[in-house]
């Protein structure tokens, strides 16, 4: 299972090789996740990505809001 956690600006990707990886959106936590999910289905692993919603207290995609 590949789990986007964290928030605005320090997201990172529970289930990587390297889970102390931050990405500053959610979007590209989230493109880490698929890209590390294609070598699992070639090793023939199931695979789970898992993104929590927004909160309402950032944008939908973890970016910093702009006016």
């Known amino acids: 299972m590949f789990d986007v956690c964290?928030?605005?600006?320090?997201?990172?990707?529970?289930?990587?090789?390297?889970?102390?990886m931050r990405y500053v959106t959610k979007e590209a936590a989230f493109e880490a996740a698929v890209s590390a999910s294609w070598t699992a289905i070639?090793?023939?692993?199931?695979v789970v990505i898992r993104v929590r919603g927004s909160d309402g207290s950032e944008s939908a995609l973890g970016d910093v809001h702009t006016a």
């Open 6 to 20: 964290g928030g605005e600006g320090a997201f990172h990707v529970a289930g990587l090789s390297d889970p102390t």
């Open 42 to 46: 070639k090793e023939g692993r199931s």
